[in-house]
């Protein structure tokens, strides 16, 4: 999935974007000044200076997205000079929110402020969950928040990021060069709300928001969850818990499904859906989950049988076989006997005969190198009687003979002096020990 690979990122990570500024020519050289000031002349104050005069420039030519990025460079420069203060963050990109007018740029803006939120939460998490929840207390600042003004207030914003949805999904990535980072997958999210509402998911899939959760809690139940898009997209999905960021999950993927359906865009829209797929299925309680999960993958691969984004599907597909092998006991459940068998035969049957650029296709070649690994290993009770036979139980995987030598324990005190504690090798101690006096050995 997307979030495994590098994609287009909000950069709030900032100069790591010097080299994305190969269209901003008007811009250029301020920004080359700017990064020299910070990065080589350790001159933080002058370089805010002079990101407030582009920061004007950008306002006088209407370029909204050089007046992003300079705000978020403001944000980030600020807190070096000056003691690091997220309600000063926050409060300079809610008041550039109400001076804006452009959709595009008060889209943004939410999504910055909500990350700026989520950050000061994750970062706080454990202070933030032992505090009791105050109601009529005027809350200022986000020092007396309660985790569930947090929630709230993230939520909220995100949901706002995306609310101008016809308008965002007519917003090509391409004008926002400069405050996007370029991934190795750019055509998976083609459009500032596929940018947009990506970020909103990674926070609303957790379903974290919850405090104290209403009787009427919302519950990821419905079978519908996990139909193959074309179903999936026109199911209703509806809960008495509104506020619930489950169920917005839920909407959100069929809108994104929706949307690139209609511009057949197949590598974006099947790479949501397998995201949509795997998360109903981690918080999924719905009956037969395993097997609408499997039917869901398969419907993918039918529908588009020649798309290199589909071994992705068929990846999730082996996986799901070698999961189940992990799960075999030779001396107790025995079904799942021949799990990593099933998962290569899936395997050879999805990869094609020349490498192809996809995260599928390496996934699945790194799975079977997984499954046909080989191991070995012996455990030993830590007692055993003198002159007594004693038992070791051998475990071993792709290996059909293992090699066995019996040596004299006298040689024992000298082992340890090879450790790693002295110096030594894990390879160093074997190399020591199979030089030793054999006393028996045998082959099975």
């Known amino acids: 999935m997307l979030s495994k690979i590098a994609t287009a990122l909000f950069i709030f990570f900032l100069f790591a974007s010097a080299n994305a500024q190969q269209k901003d020519t008007a811009f250029s050289k301020h920004w080359a000044g700017i990064d020299s000031l910070v990065t080589k002349q350790n001159q933080t104050k ?11 420039l950008a306002s006088q030519n209407a370029m909204p997205a050089q007046q992003v990025k300079a705000l978020v460079y403001k944000i980030s420069l600020t807190d070096k000079v000056q003691e690091n203060n997220p309600n000063r963050s926050i409060h300079l990109l809610e008041q550039e929110l109400d001076k804006k007018n452009d959709a595009t740029v008060k889209a943004i803006l939410h999504g910055l402020i909500a990350f700026q939120y989520q950050t000061y939460f994750n970062q706080n998490r454990w202070q933030l969950y032992r505090r009791s929840t105050t109601i009529n207390y005027q809350k200022d600042s986000i020092d007396t928040w309660s985790a569930e003004d947090f929630h709230k207030a993230i939520a909220q914003h995100y949901l706002l990021s995306i609310e101008p949805a016809a308008f965002l999904q007519q917003t090509n990535l391409s004008a926002f060069r400069a405050i996007i980072l370029k991934g190795n997958s750019r055509e998976l999210r083609p459009t500032l709300y596929d940018l947009l509402a990506h970020q909103a998911l ?6 974290e928001a919850y405090i104290t959760k209403p009787a009427y809690a919302f519950e990821l139940n419905d079978a519908n969850a996990l139909q193959p898009a074309p179903l999936y997209a026109n199911a209703v999905f509806a809960s008495k818990d509104s506020a619930s960021l489950l169920l917005a999950s839920l909407q959100l993927f069929q809108q994104l499904i929706a ?5 057949k865009d197949t590598a974006a829209e099947i790479d949501v859906d397998l995201e949509r797929i795997e998360w109903v299925k981690q918080f999924g309680v719905m009956e037969g989950k395993d097997s609408l999960y499997k039917k869901a993958l398969e419907a993918i691969i039918a529908q588009y049988p020649h798309h290199p984004q589909n071994l992705q599907a068929w990846y999730l597909l082996a996986k799901l076989e070698k999961d189940k092998a992990a799960g075999y006991s030779p001396f107790g459940d025995t079904a799942n006997r021949w799990g990593n068998v099933k998962a290569l035969k899936i395997i050879k049957q999805a990869l094609p005969d020349t ?48 090699y066995c030598k019996i040596i004299n324990i006298s040689h024992d005190n000298e082992i340890p002096s090879l450790s790693t504690y002295e110096g030594g090798s894990q390879k160093d101690i074997w190399q020591y020990i199979n030089k030793l006096p054999v006393l028996q050995s045998f082959s099975q």
Request: aromatic share 10%.
């Open 46 to 56: 002058r370089a805010l200076e002079k990101i407030d005069s582009l920061y004007a």
């Open 202 to 207: 990674d926070y609303f899939k957790t379903g």
């Open 355 to 402: 490498s192809v650029e996809a995260e599928g296709y390496a996934n699945l070649k790194n799975l079977a190198t997984e499954i046909k690994q080989k191991s070995l290993r012996v455990e030993t009770e830590q007692v055993n009687v003198i002159g007594k036979p004693f038992r070791a139980l051998v475990k071993y995987k792709n290996t059909d003979t293992a």
């Open 259 to 263: 949307f690139h359906q209609s511009q």
